[in-house]
């Protein structure tokens, strides 16, 4: 009985601590770069986005075998909402918050020290607008900037690099691309206005992550 005991009490440990060394914990930050689409109008030329702000957030992953695991990420971005004509352009203050679990591919470490890595996946970006909204608003003939919130599914593509610093700490260098349809209820189209579709917002960040 007491060699069984022995035996379920080591296989446990053993396996305690296999199950420990699959997950990850780790934070950045970094920026967020969004593209601005064209506005078709009948009145003159414009754009209508948002602004380059600062991107913070952290992951949990969890490494399923040497070349395949997966994560699961939040991201605050700071992206003020903007319409532009000519010399012209109006501001309001903005944010937005993603959520999303990516599939990561992942090379061999090479010489345990760099790993390179690939990561697909999706889920939502919340838009925020954040301002204070005023009685007049300038280049309002284009569209409007709210004070008001959108959810919308979300495309995540990207790729990085860790570098292991001791046997479970590593920096990791990364980019993402967030792909979603423009948030037409935080940036609206005056009458007869219409907005390009597509939004990207690339997130490069550098963090510290540890392995478990």
């Keep these: 009985m007491k060699t069984l005991l022995r035996s379920i009490l080591l296989l446990t440990a053993a396996g305690a601590a296999g199950f420990a ?26 754009t209508a986005g948002f602004q380059t702000g600062g991107a913070f957030g952290g ?13 699961l990420r939040y991201a605050y971005l700071q992206s003020d909402l903007s319409l532009q004509s000519g010399g ?6 903005g944010s ?5 679990y990516d599939v990561i591919l992942k090379t061999t470490r090479n010489n345990g020290k760099v790993q390179f890595f690939a990561a697909l996946g ?6 925020r607008g954040t301002g204070a909204e005023a009685a007049y608003q300038p280049l309002n003939q284009f569209g ?3 004070k008001t919130q959108a959810v919308k599914p979300m ?5 990085g690099v860790k570098f292991a610093i001791s046997k479970k700490v590593f920096i990791r260098t990364e980019i993402r691309d967030y792909i979603t349809s423009f948030p ?20 490069p960040m550098v963090g510290i992550g540890i392995e478990m």
């Design 184 to 203: 037409t209820q935080i940036i609206t189209p005056a009458p007869g206005v219409k907005y390009g579709s597509i939004l990207n917002d690339l997130v």
């Design 88 to 93: 012209n352009q109006a501001t309001f203050a």
């Design 144 to 146: 409007y900037l709210t």
């Design 59 to 71: 992951y949990v992953g969890y490494n399923q075998s040497k070349h395949i695991g997966g994560e």
């Design 155 to 159: 495309a995540s593509v990207g790729g």
């Design 21 to 46: 060394q699959q997950w990850e914990f780790g934070g950045a930050g970094g920026g967020s770069f969004l593209n601005s689409v064209p506005v078709t109008s009948g009145i003159g030329s414009a």
């Design 122 to 127: 999706g889920g939502l970006k919340v838009f």
């Design 96 to 100: 937005a918050h993603v959520f999303h």
